[in-house]
């Protein structure tokens, strides 16, 4: 039994709010249970240095977590004066999962900075973070009137794991720190791959354990990609 | 006329959410108009090694600002790898604001730290922080079930400037960018002075000046003693 | 009766030695009482990005403070690797302060740094900072040989607080570490205020209480015009 | 047709050289191909804070590539100030394989450090540095004459891609520089995953192509445990 | 013909002011023509970790440029975050060469750190810091009242270099930067070597350039040690 | 008697593997006994900011030294943020002995970056660097087919040093940490002298201990060429 009640192939609740601030020129607050990330997306008209003058655009990542999104009080990263290997590590996968479905020549020579910042922490923190971001980005691609649309495909991600010897989905931070295997997928709504992880914390696993833990991905997935959708129609008819 | 409309003693709506977060002992996210800055109190049992067994305890702030919280981006502080002149000076004001009115033997030997991270910033973002922050520390110091209360007022903040020739209370961005003077004045329910700060930007300014602007605080600080204590009554009453 | 035997409204000596070192373009040490400072004012022939073509000068300030400037030796920021939040603040302060007076069209396209460095502290280094800092701009503008003098009035400060219940002129060392309230003024020749900062130490104070502490201030301020006078007077003529 | 001429199934040259300094307690050079790593393993008889007094041992890595390791001379990292996000991900990485086949119990309360570093690169540095580390750390645990072997297993890694819509595994700079997927498998010799990392750089994959890059990545774990075993034996019978 | 009308071997006026601040136990004001150092010494009751309970004192050195010391403005090490690879070097050799000189087990579990800050630079800073900080430490030794003095010699330091192909003694500025050789020389006044660097700047140098700049500083040194001794005597009897 | 058994005038075995990696442009790992270190030459088509558009090249040094190429593991310095004052010292070193042989104008508007990495200590380290840096750059310029070979002379670099009362060559570390003075000398092999650096660490010296560690000195730099030469020879060959 689950600590939170839910069956093995069952996501939390996903909630989405589009154009959670102003300024921005794409957002949302998205929530997984109590994992609530605001991502915003921000149209810059300049390319970083080694992509001046070749026609294309970038898209990239930053990732933080406000120093009491967690149960107990982290150090801020900007007064330590670093980012953390984890936050480094976090945000290289956003940025990745988001150009792998984004035509950088049709997006022109601009870039896109995607902030993902944890506001509340309860494992999932970077699958909801890259999950929003699509949100976000789509939002900010939407208003550039491009003629044509560089997003190929829908992106999204979800963690599952071994929780005492059974695959289950979504995992909330009780199920995230007592797990034997830990795995991210970054799925688009085609169902190809774009990034698995998958690590052993307290056991290996085997390739029938990979192949379980991907197959509850495709379903978690799934429904982030309706949330997904009726998150941008709401936006879309405001 | 100013840009909003406003009468120059009228404040921008104030609106308090208390325990807009889960895991922080307080917390509330604050609104100043289109200003909104989320405030989390974390209680911790230790204090810092200056004040280690003399039985006294600490309170202290730390500012940051989502690098997407105003019209542009910023960079974000902790990729940079240091806090900036200002958010540093911000974070001392907000500590210093909240130990003038909170008796440090009465809070016993245990730190709270207020971290103040701006959502979304249209000016004023110092002042909503401390306002904020009293109303996270009142609900962090009520979980502790303190025999004798420790907190001994209340304090709120609010900035005032002379634009276009005239003294106007809560300025927002467009006033505060072209202010010739800005003013953050901290105050508590007693009608005592905490802090004044008082600066020229384009052009100096006079003793009358100064006593107008502090007037006008008056006022902005009796409407934020009111929603300060709308919101305690709900949070308490929930 | 004030630790040094000065009445309230008792500035200490103030020293100002022009032209102390060989090669700023404007220079001095500026003693209040046992504090001394250091200014040197630098000319260079560029201007920052964000001022790039635009016709305008600008002038800025750094402050330090020598190690065993205090009564026990504090770390060297330099070995640090950073500069303190006090330090930023009162370097930002002090560039505020000189750039209200100076017209910074009038001053071309060139930078001026007042470097400020506490050589023995003993209460006041800001305010003996900015004091000095005009004496060294003078200097320096004076060098320049401009056709329409860019400095528009002569700019000092001086600290005051109250202690001991009373309202008292030019706090010292022991009378700052004491104090219930502090405050800097910084003040034009003209009578009019450039900035004003009242800090509740130990006790909150009320609107009288500032108003005397200002006019306190102006009382200090005279004197420190007279000594700028006399200090530029002997440097015009040695 | 690879541009090396392998098989796809065809690992490059595997060398490793036991003991190639003096100092350390274990250490290695490991070459696959032209990417070679020299790694040593350190004891210290303490545990990270974390750990004290818990009668637990700790297993860590640092990753370093060497300024001139690469095709063009990159900036040393400790000249920069900070280490990069890719060797952050690296080194944690590194840790994680080691500590999957170690009980840490049975180590002791002591800590071995991996320090992998890149004397010259040509692909494929941080699955080398993993297989290397692995070496190592079994030299270095021989040492200690402890009762129990605290070494469940031994663990090694590779990376496999797709290039030109062929799985190949072992890949060389230019292949990884050209693939469109890229995925880095660390296995223990008794067939189980420790890690698994697949990630789309130029085109997105499927559930068929995860699988075979995996079943590549099992032929060259098989021939790089082989390595370590002739390697462990050189050793101990010099 | 030097520069400044010096014959080879004629030192610059050496000056040396004894306890210029208040705070230090010890401290002077050293000038070797217009270089100008403040150097503090200040005694503190602990030691580095490394000789913790070890019974022996330790004696360390900081330096410091004050940003426009030079002729033109220098970056804040401070501002910077850094100090530079000079700047250590030069403390590294000012702390040795006073560690050459005091018996650390006499001076008792004690620190003496060295603060020498260039407050106007024209050549030879580090030697006239090296002078002057034997002062200051003379002086705050003798402050501790030490039944048996730990200060074993007078130690002083010179700069020589070959110039236009003619050795001179105490290069300032203008020769320095164009010398072909240049030496800095830390003598005892018992005539011995603590520290002997010659680099070659323009050209190389022979055995006997070496000998014939030895000769020279052994001069300087004579004299500095004169100076250092009337002003010990003027500090005592003041 | 040494603790090597070596008589007082003699070097450790010297060894030198050029072309030692792929990529760099000259590269070779030298041995002075124990003490390896890798030094690779890489040639870049710029130079630094301070040179641009005058004619000349530059070559300049980075020395680093892995964390456990020392009996006991060190902190790495990627890791720590920072380069330690000796590290820095090093590289200052190693760059100005090899411009001292190069003629920066012949070489043209390129830099060459010499990094010596310590694979191995067992005193020495500079020297060998300094030593080996000269192999690698003149690999370097060979493969640059200039018309006028830019360098002048060889340079090596040795140390020496009093141990118990006896002036010795070549000191290896248990020699290095009992010194009573510390020297190192870079030589050309046209006698001529680039740098002499003598410390005294137990006991002060005097000229004619001084000239003791000199000659010493042009023995060991004496075999040092031979080894070049040979090396130079070998890879001429190969």
């Not at 980012?83 to 984004?102: D, F, K, M, P, Y």
């Not at 979504?170 to 085609?190: H, I, K, R």
Request: proline share 3%; hydrophobic share 40%.
């Amino acid at each position: 039994m689950r600590p939170s009640g839910r069956a093995p192939d069952q996501m939390r609740a996903i909630t989405i709010e589009p154009h959670f601030t102003r300024h921005a020129e794409g957002s949302c607050l998205i929530g997984f249970g109590d994992t609530r990330v605001l991502v915003t997306a921000s149209v810059e008209e300049r390319v970083p240095p080694f992509l001046r003058g070749k026609g294309e655009g970038w898209v990239t990542a930053e990732y933080g977590m406000l120093p009491r999104a967690t149960h107990t009080r982290g150090a801020r990263e900007a007064a330590k004066g670093k980012q953390s290997g984890r936050t480094q590590e976090i945000q290289r996968l956003i940025g990745r999962s988001l150009r792998a479905v984004i035509d950088l020549k049709a997006l022109g020579e601009r870039q896109i900075t995607l902030d993902c910042d944890v506001i509340q922490a309860d494992g999932g923190t970077r699958t909801a973070a890259i999950s929003g971001a699509w949100v976000a980005l789509r939002l900010a691609v939407d208003g550039l009137g491009l003629a044509v649309d560089p997003i190929r495909a829908k992106v999204a991600a979800v963690s599952c794991g071994i929780w005492q010897d059974m695959a289950v989905l979504d995992l909330d931070y009780p199920e995230d720190s007592a797990a034997d295997a830990d795995a991210n997928f970054v799925l688009t709504d085609q169902g190809r791959i774009v990034e698995a992880q998958a690590t052993a914390e307290g056991a290996t696993y085997d390739e029938e354990g990979l192949l379980r833990l991907l197959r509850l991905a495709r379903i978690g997935c799934g429904e982030i990609f309706a949330a997904q959708d009726a998150a941008i129609a709401r936006a879309r008819t405001a």
